[in-house]
C-alpha cells in the first residue's frame, strides 16, 4: 500500500500547496513538521523564529485534522524522524516543497536525500518561489518566472485518506525548546496573511512608491508580506496573481500605479534567491574572490562592532533603524541597506558576522535574499554598483523633522548620547579608496564578466504588469524527482 508524506517545512500554507494536493490522491497520507536541532543551534535562527512558526502550525494543524490529515510536530534530526516514521507507517513516498536555504539546510537535503535512496523512499519536490533548480543559464528566466506564476493555483479540495488511528501531535511551546520569548509577533498563519494581503492590495498599496523609502512611512505603506512569503504562510504565486489581478481590474489609477511597483520588486524577490541557488558558497565567502581578505573577517573590530548592534554608534539615524529592528523585528528595505553600508563602509566589518545577527533580527529572514544582498550592500559582489549610503543625508531625506529618531532615541540631545565613533568623511574616503582601487585591476574586470554571466539580471522582455500574456501558459511539471 502505498503511504505519501507530506513534509511541511518554510510552506505553512493549506492552498496552493503541490505537495499536499499530490498527497490527496494516495491511498494514505500522513504530515509532519520537523523542528531541526540544526535550525535552533544555527546562526541565524532566533526564538522570534521559532515562536512564528509555532504560530503558524497551529491553524495549519487544525485545518488538516478537519480534511482528515494528521500533522505530527516531531523535533529531531530530519532523516532520523523520517525514518522512525517510514518505519512506523511503511511511508512509500516522502512530498514537499525546494527549498533555497541556508547551509544547515543544504546539508540537511543531502542526507535525506541519500537516506531516500536507501530506503527506496521516492522523494519529490515542488518549487514554491521563481528560483529554478539546475539553472544552467540565466537567458529566459523571467520568461519561467511569468510562466510559474501564471500557472494556475493548486486548489485543495475535499479530505484525504489518512493513516488510520493517528491524531495530531501537540505543538512544543518555546519553554519546551529551551527559548524564551524574544520580541512581541504579528499575527500567524494562512488566515493572517490573507489579511494582509487583501489590505494591501485593496487600498494600502496606493502609496508603495512613496512609502517605502522613509521609515515614517513604509511601517503602513510597505506590503508587510515578507514574514509570510518567508514561511510560506502564503505562496509567491498567490501574491502576483492577487496583484496582477487587480492592476487589471481596479479603476484607481493610483492603487494600479503602486502595485506595478510592488510587482516588479516580486521578481527581484526571486531573481537574489536565484543567486544562493546558483552558488550556495556565497553565504560564507566573497562573491568576487578577489576581496578575500580585503576586509578581515576573523579580527572584526568587536567595540565597533557591538556598538553598530547596540544602536550607539553615535549616528542617530543609524541607531535608531538599529533600535527599531532589534524591537520589532523588521526594518523597510532603504534603512537596511544603510544599516548594511554602515558597517560595511563606515566600520570597515566584513559582512558574514554583521549579517547573522542582522539575520537573528529579520523576522522575515530569506537566505537567498539575505546573502546576496548583505554582499551587494557590502561592495563584495564585484558587478554592482557601490552604495554608500550617508547617515546624515538619510536622516535629512527621510526624517527632516526628527521624529522617527526621536521616537526610538529618547536619549537624543542629552549628555547620554554617544559621540559618532568614526568620522564619516574620513572614513568614506579609505573604503573608496581600497575598493576602487581594487576594482580596477586586471584581474578584478576579469572576475567581474564571468560573476555578471552567472548571476547578472537579463532583460524580460515581460508585458507590463497588468497587461494580459500572449496566451495562457500550460502548468509546468515542476515536480523534481531524486534531486540530487
Not at 48 to 65: C, E, K, R
Not at 98 to 105: I, K, L, Q
Not at 224 to 250: P, Y
Not at 370 to 396: D, V
Request: proline share 7%; with cysteine; hydrophobic share 40%.
Amino acid at each position: 500500500m502505498n503511504t505519501a508524506l507530506v513534509w511541511f517545512k518554510r510552506d505553512l500554507r493549506l492552498q496552493d500547496h503541490g505537495p499536499l494536493a499530490e498527497a490527496q490522491r494516495f491511498e494514505r497520507a500522513l504530515a509532519v513538521f520537523i523542528v531541526e536541532p540544526a535550525w535552533l543551534a544555527s546562526a541565524e535562527c532566533d526564538p522570534q523564529h521559532v515562536a512564528f512558526t509555532l504560530a503558524a502550525l497551529a491553524p495549519l494543524q487544525s485545518d488538516l485534522a478537519e480534511r482528515g490529515l494528521p500533522l505530527l510536530v516531531c523535533t529531531g534530526e530530519a532523516t532520523a524522524v523520517l525514518q522512525q516514521l517510514q518505519a512506523q507507517h511503511g511511508v512509500t513516498h516522502l512530498f514537499s516543497h525546494e527549498e533555497t536555504g541556508p547551509g544547515w539546510s543544504y546539508t540537511r537535503d543531502l542526507a535525506v536525500a541519500a537516506w531516500c535512496r536507501a530506503a527506496g523512499v521516492a522523494w519529490t519536490e515542488w518549487p514554491q518561489t521563481g528560483v529554478v533548480r539546475r539553472l544552467k543559464d540565466r537567458r529566459g528566466w523571467a520568461g519561467r518566472w511569468a510562466q510559474r506564476m501564471d500557472a494556475p493555483l493548486q486548489r485543495l479540495e475535499g479530505g484525504f485518506r489518512a493513516v488510520p488511528r493517528l491524531a495530531p501531535s501537540p505543538l512544543p511551546t518555546l519553554a519546551d525548546l529551551g527559548l524564551q520569548p524574544s520580541r512581541p509577533l504579528p499575527p500567524a498563519g494562512e488566515a493572517a496573511a490573507h489579511v494582509v494581503l487583501e489590505d494591501f492590495v485593496d487600498g494600502r498599496a496606493r502609496g508603495y512608491r512613496r512609502a517605502l523609502s522613509s521609515p515614517l512611512t513604509a511601517e503602513q505603506g510597505c506590503s508587510r508580506l515578507s514574514a509570510h512569503l518567508a514561511f510560506g504562510t502564503l505562496s509567491m504565486r498567490q501574491v502576483h496573481q492577487a496583484t496582477e489581478h487587480t492592476i487589471a481590474t481596479t479603476p484607481d489609477r493610483t492603487l494600479a500605479h503602486g502595485l506595478r511597483g510592488f510587482a516588479g520588486r516580486l521578481r527581484w524577490h526571486c531573481h537574489f534567491m536565484q543567486k544562493l541557488e546558483d552558488e550556495p558558497a556565497i553565504e560564507f565567502r566573497n562573491f568576487s574572490r578577489v576581496h578575500d581578505g580585503q576586509r578581515d573577517e576573523t579580527g572584526v573590530d568587536e567595540a565597533r562592532f557591538q556598538a553598530w548592534c547596540e544602536g550607539r554608534t553615535g549616528y542617530p539615524m543609524v541607531d535608531a533603524c538599529m533600535r527599531q529592528l532589534r524591537t520589532t523585528g523588521w526594518l523597510n528595505f532603504r534603512m537596511r541597506a544603510m544599516l548594511v553600508s554602515f558597517a560595511a563602509y563606515h566600520l570597515w566589518l566584513h559582512w558574514r558576522r554583521p549579517g547573522q545577527f542582522l539575520a537573528r533580527q529579520f523576522l522575515d529572514f530569506e537566505a537567498g535574499i539575505h546573502w546576496p544582498q548583505m554582499q551587494m550592500q557590502s561592495g563584495t559582489t564585484g558587478i554592482n554598483t557601490l552604495r554608500i549610503y550617508s547617515p546624515r543625508k538619510q536622516a535629512l531625506d527621510q526624517d527632516p523633522d526628527g521624529l522617527y529618531q526621536r521616537r526610538w532615541l529618547p536619549e537624543l540631545g542629552t549628555a547620554a548620547y554617544p559621540a559618532p565613533i568614526v568620522d564619516e568623511r574620513t572614513a568614506l574616503a579609505a573604503a573608496k579608496e581600497r575598493l576602487y582601487g581594487l576594482r580596477s585591476r586586471p584581474e578584478a574586470r576579469q572576475e567581474a564578466q564571468t560573476i555578471q554571466h552567472q548571476h547578472g539580471s537579463r532583460k524580460s522582455g515581460l508585458p507590463p504588469s497588468g497587461m494580459k500574456r500572449s496566451r495562457t501558459p500550460k502548468p509546468p511539471d515542476d515536480r523534481q524527482q531524486e534531486l540530487f
